[in-house]
């Protein structure tokens, strides 16, 4: 499950109207690469593809995550402000904000640091 926060929703919605994609959703996905063996990729989507998990926020905000992905994001909770991220395997947490295309960044497996 990915979890939404209502700051998070706002952004994605207000993205989606910006983008005429009221109906749409933010994409996020796992790729292999980066530092730690992976990376991350948001990007906005008009809609769910067939095999998507689609998570729901406030105000029907959406998240789109593909199966293999979802294996790796997981329990993450997707918010609006920089947090702690730690990557898969690694013990050591580092407030990293994520500028790529929206105001979003990950807390990765539910960390309870803010």
Known sequence: MIEITESAARVITRQLEKRHQPQGGLRIAVKAGGCSGFSYT???DETAREADLVFEGAGGAKVFVDPRSLKLLDGTVLDSRAVSVQSPGDDRWWARPLS????????YRASTET
């Open 100 to 107: 790529v295309l929206a105001l979003v960044a990950l807390r």
């Open 42 to 44: 948001f990007a906005w």
